[in-house]
Each structure stands twice: as C-alpha cells, then as structure tokens.
C-alpha cells in the first residue's frame, strides 16, 4: 500500500467494528495491518449476517465491510506460544489496536506498562463500550446501547415519544474514526519525543462528541432537545418535503436561500411569520404544509431540476443501491474493486480520504482466516534477523 503511513505496523488485536474499523482506516492511510484472530472462527463479525456469499455461503458481508488492506493470523492469546508471538509483534510494531473489556489485556499479560517495556514507542489505541475508568467504566458496550446512552437515540425518530436507533453502527464507526484520528496524532508526538502512548475513546465518547449544537443548547440554553423527525432542529426550512411521487430535500440555510425558495413556490418570504428564520421555526409546521401544497403538483425530478436552477441546495433521498451506482460516488473513489481468494473481484466500500498525487492505489480484499500466517511469520523473521 502506498499512502502517508506506508511505513507503519499496525497490530490489530480487536474484533467487531469499532477496533477493526480504526484499524481499517489505518490501513486506508497505506500501513501495514496484522489482524489477530483467534483460530476457532476468528473475529465474531465473520458469523454476522445474513447477508453470507461465497460458493458455501460462509462469508459475511458485514465482515468483508470492516477489513479491507489487513492480513489475518490465527493466535491463540491464552497460548504460551500465542503470548510469545504477540510479544515479538509488539516489538516489530507502532501501533496496537484492541478493544476488550477493561481488564482483560491485563489479564493475559499485556499491561501498558508491559507492552511498553517490550516497545517504548508503541502507540496503543484502546477502545471500550464507557471509557476506562468511572463509576462505569467497566460495564460492557454495544452500538445500540451506547447510541441510547449517550442520548442519539432521544434525538432521533419522528418525534420525542418515539426514539430511533441510527440505521448504522454509528457509535462503533464514530469511534474508529475518532481513535485513527487520535493514533495519527500519537505517531506525529512520537516523532518529537521518541515515545508511544495509550490513546482511549469508547462508544460514550464517540456518541457524546458529535452532540454538537444539540450539546449546547443544553448545558449553555438550558433546554433538552428531542426528536424533530425529518426537520432540522434550528433551521427552516430545512428538511424533507413530500411532493408527487415521493419526497425530496431542500434547506435554506440563509436569508438569500429562503427568498429563492419563496419565489419559486409562490411564499411571500415577508409575511409576518416567515420573515426571519425564528419566525418560521416558530410557525414550521404551517411552513411545511404551505410549502408542500405546491411540491405536491408536481414529481421529485421537477423540482430538483428547478431548485438547481434557483441556486437552492436540494437533493433526492437515495436508496443504497442507488448510492452505489451514482457516478458521483465512483467519481470520488468511494467504490473500489478488489481482488478475493474466494469470490473473486468484489467492489467494497472505499476510503473517504484522497490525497493528491496518490493515484492507482491497489486495495487488498478483506482476508480469510488465517490467510496469511506464513506470510507474516516470514516477514516477521526478516524483521528480526
């Protein structure tokens, strides 16, 4: 892999999502990812699904999601033979990634301070369901639970009786964002200091920083917010309109967008009610049905058609195949083709991040258990010698 990173080793002891997906993102950025796996079916997410394709329908789709550029290994940790070989990845490592329950690195032998006596410049991410230490900090996490706990799941559904779980993980992503995020920033600090560290997040965390204004009209407004449904929470209008065949969305974010918006729905943008953006957040539900009398007369592509004209940001509301066969997603290299031992070329999701003068970056497909065992002990010997 070719990539800002390309001279990294990252050992990735984590299963699930939010560890393998840090380590993934790693990966993305060009270093080298060992993925450790037990060898009695490895990382739990191989038995996610369905969907499962391949000849014997064995393989998880959710697993090829969050491994792509990774080689696997089957170790057993509990092992003496395991722990040795742990020991001498950690030595030839910069990075380890695990997300076990708080306690159970140490149990196996592999406290901070060990892994940092076997290699003083290890960055160590750990990741935990509530952070690592607290009144609470132990308690074991999952995505839906922490969306809930952390208070995504009250600001989201159709209305505040009516809490929703996020259609993604996205706890479990949010938090393997934010921890590559933190290990980049640990491995520019080791550059000065010569020394890795612990970098900690969890799925609280993760749920927690990205409140945003949500956050703030809380502990600075005083007030709690909830559900607003397909509506934005501050801004009108902003949000999804039904208009013949279906729904689109359209925001006007600024004074000069409503008056366009106005215009071409036939709104008086100075009438009393509508005049400033307090006002119609104020009156948002006469807004909204004043606004979808018109949309109602004619289909989605009508209006898109006519809201680009008018400089209005708008847009369909897309399913996941349509996403996928968007040229303007293939445009960014969102969708890339890769090469699987067993089914063959695939296309995966790609990265999000592009860097100029990095063109023809080949990705490796997500690996099959054990696949590469020889070849990273070889490596690992030339490591050595």
Avoid at 79 to 104: C, H, M, P, W, Y
Wanted: glycine fraction near 12%; proline fraction near 6%.
């Amino acid at each position: 892999m070719l990539g800002p990173l390309k001279d990294i080793v990252v050992l990735d002891l984590s299963r699930a999502l939010a560890g393998p997906h840090a380590a993934q993102l790693l990966g993305d950025l060009g270093a080298r990812v060992i993925k450790v796996e037990h060898p009695d079916g490895g990382d739990e997410s191989r038995g996610w699904g369905p969907p499962f394709v391949g000849p014997d329908h064995d393989i998880s789709t959710y697993f090829l999601s969050t491994n792509r550029n990774k080689q696997s290994i089957r170790v057993d940790l509990k092992s003496a033979e395991g722990k040795q070989l742990i020991e001498r990845l950690v030595r030839r490592s910069d990075v380890l990634v695990e997300n076990f329950r708080t306690g159970v690195l140490d149990r196996l032998g592999f406290t901070v301070e060990r892994l940092h006596e076997l290699n003083p410049r290890l960055v160590i991410l750990s990741i935990t369901g509530f952070g690592h230490d607290g009144p609470e900090g132990g308690r074991p996490g999952y995505d839906q639970i922490a969306q809930g706990e952390g208070g995504l799941m009250s600001l989201t559904g159709p209305s505040p009786e009516e809490p929703y779980r996020v259609g993604a993980s996205i706890a479990d992503l949010l938090a393997g964002i934010q921890g590559a995020y933190g290990v980049a920033a640990a491995l520019y600090e080791r550059e000065r200091t010569g020394e890795g560290r612990v970098v900690r997040t969890s799925l609280l965390a993760a749920i927690t920083g990205v409140h945003a204004y949500h956050g703030t009209a809380w502990t600075v407004g005083g007030q709690v917010p909830g559900a607003s449904g397909n509506h934005h929470a501050s801004i009108a209008p902003y949000g999804a309109f039904r208009c013949a065949d279906g729904m689109l969305q359209l925001t006007a974010a600024n004074e000069g967008q409503w008056r366009k918006v106005a215009a071409l729905l036939g709104i008086d943008p100075d009438t009393p009610k509508y005049a400033t953006n307090r006002d119609r957040f104020v009156h948002r539900d006469e807004l909204v049905a004043d606004m979808e009398k018109v949309l109602g007369a004619h289909d989605r592509d009508h209006w898109l058609a006519e809201l680009a004209e008018a400089g209005v940001p708008a847009g369909a509301i897309r399913s996941i195949d349509e996403v996928y066969a968007w040229d303007q997603t293939r445009s960014q290299g969102l969708v890339v083709k890769v090469e699987h031992p067993v089914l063959g070329t695939i296309e995966l999701p790609g990265p999000v991040l592009r860097f100029d003068g990095l063109t023809g970056v080949e990705h490796t497909a997500p690996p099959m258990l054990g696949q590469h065992d020889e070849a990273v002990l070889a490596w690992l010997e030339e490591r050595e010698r």
